[in-house]
Structures are given as C-alpha cells and as structure tokens.
C-alpha cells in the first residue's frame, strides 16, 4: 500500500505537468498596409449627371494591449496624426498609424495568463447617389506554434451602410502554425438617388492563451509503466 501510496501522485504529476521546458519564445505578427489602400469608384446610373465622389468626413486610428492601455485618437478630417499609437505588455505590441496597422508578440510562454491586443482604423464618409465603391488593403498575417500556446490571430475590413442598408465585409484569420497574405476587398452600392453617409473599419486583432497540455510520448510511457507497477504490486499484495 506504501508503494501504491507513492506511485500514483508521481503517475498524476507526469501526467499534468504538461512538455518539459514551459518557456519557450514565439512569433506572431499582422499588419494592414495602409500604403497600398485603393480606392476604386464607379458611377451605377451615367443618365443622372452626378459624378462618382466619396469624402471622408473622419477617421480615427486605436491601439489596445491588454494590461498596458489603450488609446483612440480621433482626427475629424481626412488626415491622421502623423504620429503612431504603440501600445506594450512586454509580449504583445499593437500599433496604429497613418501608414500602417501592426500587432505582433514573441517570447510567448505556456505560463502566461490570458493575451488581447487590437489595432484599428475607422472612419465615416459620404458615397455619391448611385455608385459603387470598391476598397482595397493589403493585409498579412503569421502565427507560429509555440508548445503550450494557443493564437488566434486575424485582420478585417468593413463597410457599413445606413440603417437597414446591411453591410459588407472581408478577413481573414490563422491559428498556430498558419499564414496568409492577401488584399482584403469590400465594396458597397449607394442605390439612393441622394448621397449616404457610410462607416468603414479595419482591424487586426489577436488573442493568446496557454493550451491545455497534452502528455508526451515519453511521459506517456512513464505513465504507462507506473500504472504496471502499481498493478503487479496490487496483484501481489492480493496473492500473499
């Protein structure tokens, strides 16, 4: 009984303990490429003598991590502030400026808690009577698989319409050990024969967390081995 006593916290103990070495660095990273945003315009009804226009009436830029703050800088006008928004938690860095939106971490460990980071871009704009406008931004996502790390990372863009117009949108996403690059692309129709004022966002966002662990073979094996000697010491014990 003194040996069965002994052997199955150690069995527990392998079990539970999770891959040998906790900490281990890791590499995540997303932007959204403002440089190479388009904006593509086209008139619905030529019959109706207005030209295809859009103004942006705002835009904005935000960055959060969280467990370092966050912050929105609002601009009303078409210009942003020249200067980025970085936010930092010593894991996870989120960044917003004029010419691009970034989120990354590295050294992401199995022992951390629970990670959120997000950066955006948004803004309102009037949309001439019958058009269509078409938004293109480049966008890039990578997660690696670190041991013991889940990541959920991903970029969006969207367009929204007046009351009841609905809206339009495009992203994409990755989980370890994945990757895409591609243009996000959204359009929306302005059907009214007067102009609409629209809203449009883009983001990147990310969360991390520690997976549950999940025995290694060899751990497995030790398992396996003391569950026999608990057996044959059991079955022993009932033959004396």
């Known amino acids: 009984m003194a040996n069965?006593?002994?052997?199955?916290?150690l069995c527990a103990a392998v079990l539970l303990a999770g891959p040998m070495g906790n900490a281990r660095a890791e590499d995540f990273n997303g932007t959204l490429?403002?440089?190479?945003?388009?904006v593509l315009l086209t008139d619905l009804d030529v019959s109706d003598g207005v030209d295809p226009s859009l103004t942006w009436l705002s835009q904005s830029t935000g960055a959060s991590v969280l467990g370092a703050g966050g912050a929105t800088v609002n601009n009303w006008g078409p210009?942003?502030?020249?200067?980025?928004?970085?936010?930092?938690?010593?894991?996870v860095t989120a960044s917003a400026g004029?010419?691009?939106l970034g989120i990354s971490g590295s050294g992401l460990h199995s022992g951390m808690g629970f990670l959120?980071?997000?950066?955006?871009?948004?803004?309102?704009?009037?949309?001439?009577?019958?058009?269509?406008?078409?938004?293109t931004l480049p966008a890039s996502v990578l997660a690696a698989a670190p041991a013991g790390v889940e990541i959920l990372l991903g970029a969006s863009m969207v367009v929204t319409g007046p009351l009841g117009a609905g809206?339009?949108?495009?992203?994409?996403?990755?989980?370890?050990?994945?990757?895409?690059?591609?243009?996000l692309q959204v359009s929306f129709s302005n059907l009214d024969v007067v102009a609409d004022d629209l809203h449009f966002?883009?983001?990147?966002?990310?969360?991390?967390?520690?997976?549950?662990?999940?025995?290694e073979p060899g751990?497995?094996?030790?398992l396996i081995a003391g569950l026999g000697v608990v057996a044959l010491s059991l079955r022993h014990r009932r033959c004396g």
């Open 98 to 100: 004029p010419d691009m």
């Open 33 to 38: 490429d403002w440089t190479g945003f388009s």
């Open 201 to 215: 966002s883009s983001a990147l966002n990310v969360n991390a967390y520690p997976a549950a662990p999940i025995p």
């Open 4 to 9: 069965l006593k002994m052997l199955l916290p």
């Open 167 to 183: 809206f339009n949108s495009d992203e994409i996403g990755v989980g370890p050990g994945d990757a895409q690059a591609r243009d």
């Open 219 to 222: 751990q497995l094996a030790m």
């Open 79 to 91: 210009i942003l502030p020249a200067s980025p928004l970085v936010f930092s938690n010593g894991l």
């Open 116 to 135: 959120e980071a997000v950066a955006t871009r948004y803004g309102d704009f009037t949309l001439s009577a019958q058009t269509r406008v078409d938004f």
